[in-house]
């Protein structure tokens, strides 16, 4: 395969992995407000949110409304791994498999992250983790949030590297 058509494979994969992204993150927090009995008044992945009125959130749904934008991507990403066929002869699909997989990884750093942040007193203003640790450390230390999160991370990457995924977009990029 030729530089130009990787490139442009790889391109075209880190704007599908990225939308496909940032739609499922905000369909997470749609779900859990919808689950709350909340209005959907607006949602775009173009500005990357998802806004609502009313609901009845207790604490608990509060935290899931947080942590979900993360967890759901990850859990449709742990989905499609497992359904991943390391044999199919398409580049792209090696390559967009890889990107695909690594986004919903990436952005669990920020839960490793953020409560390490945290504990020093500077947050992030209106962040999903800022959110989430903001009710959750009422009850719990926000380093639980880190182990929990690189936890998800090591499974998700290790899912990775057993389905070949890994390896496949390394041979994909070598191909002359």
């Not at 008044?41 to 947080?66: E, K, Q, R």
């Not at 942590?67 to 359904?83: A, H, K, R």
């Amino acid at each position: 395969m030729n530089k130009v058509k990787k490139t442009l494979y790889l391109l075209i994969s880190l704007l599908i992995g990225l939308l496909l992204y940032i739609f499922l993150h905000e369909l997470g927090h749609l779900i859990v407000m919808l689950y709350a009995g909340a209005k959907i008044i607006d949602f775009s992945i173009v500005t990357t949110h998802v806004t609502a009125i009313g609901g009845n959130y207790s604490n608990l749904s509060n935290l899931w409304l947080h942590v979900n934008g993360m967890l759901f991507p990850e859990i449709v990403s742990i989905v499609y791994m497992l359904f991943y066929k390391k044999e199919n002869s398409s580049s792209f699909y090696h390559i967009f498999s890889y990107i695909a997989s690594l986004l919903p990884v990436c952005s669990g750093f920020a839960w490793v992250i953020v409560p390490l942040i945290y504990i020093q007193g500077n947050v992030p203003v209106h962040d999903d983790v800022t959110m989430f640790l903001h009710s959750f450390t009422q009850n719990y230390h926000p380093l639980i949030v880190s182990v929990v999160a690189m936890f998800i991370i090591a499974t998700s990457a290790s899912i990775m590297v057993k389905k070949g995924i890994v390896k496949n977009f390394i041979v994909e990029m070598r191909k002359q």
